[in-house]
């Protein structure tokens, strides 16, 4: 099937084997339908049809005008001396005498006597007498009609499409040059059928020998009407299916005859074809002869090839699904519809909102006072309110798409990023805008996101480590424990068993913080939230550190209000936060240095602030020593682990409150705020 689909050769067959099938499907069509009103007869003649009945009297009144308006008729004389008008029509030609010749005639002026005739006879009155006799014959005497032809007696004339001409015919001179008004009933005619005239090579030889042919083969034309429908059926199905696959080629293919613009190749074929039946609609003068047939078959086989072109280049277009694409106007429409949308979107982008806001209202205007000044027509009513429904249509409409970006910004305000806003509705600022808003929500999400999966991995790394830290460590402790029970007199492995106890318990204590940390961080803990006296919890906490700060020999000033200051938080999460900053003033402070801590009950909030001296240079920002890990001293001589300020932070800010580091030399301080 694909090897017949894509052959070359069996189309170039298929097309030329087309333009002789339908010639003879025409050809058995025309063939049929002159055969028409023969259908109840099995045998008959040229001479005994209609069509030679009108011939026939169609002739007779030519002669009539004819010899009228004509010099060609030669005056002469019979042998008793009376004068007639002779014509030679073997010599003389007009459209009529083609196929007129085969008539014999005598035509008499019944007012003058005149008689013009193409017969010479020294008895006319004989040879009008002998007419009857002949096979055909149709005279015209005393205005009555006597004839053998049936179709153009005196009964059948009237229905006959040369009855005008029996009552009046066209010619208006006359030979001697006076005007007349003719009419048949002014002469005498006598005519009659000459055989041996009709087998002359004229036309009416032609068309009879035609005819009679067209008599002998009347059973093959409806044979013939059915076996060619059946082929171009066959033809046209196959090349419809074929047409625009080539071997070697994917899909339609398409020459450069297809990339013609289909008006200029429409034109061109339509021209070419009407052109070949302007010729053939002119060449009726021609007689019929072998010019004719040569002319009659170049101009259809150009018709034919002009029809082709058109027909498979507008299938190949059609499968391709490039018909409406390869209209020459369908291209320039498409140009100035992407140059102007171009030139409107640059407008739209490339102008501020004031502008357009002016030049749109400066339009509206415009157009209004156009359409308001022509107000008494009924369309310009209609026009203008149209004008402003649509106008109100955009307005409401470019409001809606503010609210929608407007909403899209609310919501990414409250920390929602599932925000997605379609670009494809908007124009102009919006549409930036509504790209802008995409990217933030897409940002933050993607952010959050990977913040989340860092967060989450931490986590899990931490909590792990430190469960697969804590079993050996709990050994190593137990083990330090029994050592230091045992009796041993040797003081280095004492002062060995005093070491691996203190890192033990370092480490213990690093481990509790990574995961205390782990999951402050995270927000994995259950908080008590209660109203604390927060005066209270600082003074204990001095208390408590107190020993410490002697031994460091760090003075706390306090300037703390005389009335309770309470706050709502979870009382063991708030001392843990004061004892980790304690314990990193015990740490990190300048020994013989003071410490100060100063508390402010304000209306909107409250504030804690403790201060000390650094004994190391803080050669470090405030974010940096927030981080996990980050310690004061570089050296990382003191037990410090470097979670004590992330997870006081981390603290502070679950129980909704600011945490805040500030540097200025080798100034430490801290402020928290509720």
Known sequence: MEKARNSALLKIICYIITPIIAATFILSILHMAFLTEFTNEKETKYIQTQSFANNYLNVVINKVEYYCQSDNFIELEDETGK??????????YNYYNGIGTYIDYVIIEKETGKMYTNIKSNDYQKTKDEMKNHEIYWNFVD??????????NQDNIKYNYNYSYYIKTTSTHSIHGTVTENSLKDYEVYSCYNEEKAQQPTRFAVSKTFYDNMLQNREYPMYNCLISISLLIIIIVYLFWSIGHKKGKEGIYLNALDKIPYEVIGIACIWTIGIMIAILANIGDISFSYIFITILIITYLISYIAFCILCVTTIKRLKAKQFIK???????????????????????????SSKKIFWYYLGFIIISIILGASISTGIAIMLLIAFWIWVFYKIRKYNRQQDEIKQALE??????TDIYLDTEELVGTLKQMAIYVNDIAGGFSNAIEESLKSERLKTELITNVSHDIKTPLTSIINYVDLLKKEDIQNEKVQEYIKILDQKSQRLKKLTEDLVEASKVSSGNVKLNIE???LKELINQSVGEFKDKFEEKNLKIETNIPNEAVKIKADNRYMYRVIENLFSNITKYAQENSRVYIDMKNEKNHIEISIKNISKDKLNISSDELMQRFVRGDKSRYTEGSGLGLS??????????????????????????QW
Do not use: P
């Open 143 to 152: 205005e009555k009609i006597d004839t053998n032809l049936e179709y153009i």
């Open 83 to 92: 004068a007639y008008y002779y014509t030679n029509e073997q010599n003389t």
């Open 647 to 672: 997870i006081a932070k981390s603290l502070v800010e679950l129980q909704r409150g600011k945490f805040e580091i500030i540097i200025d030399g080798d100034l430490f301080k801290v402020l928290m």
């Open 326 to 352: 390869s209209f020459l106007s369908y291209k320039i429409i498409n140009w100035l519809y992407k140059k102007t949308k171009k030139i409107i979107h640059e407008i739209n982008n490339k102008t501020s």
């Open 411 to 416: 919501k990414i305000y409250q920390g929602k």
């Open 531 to 533: 109203e604390i006296n």
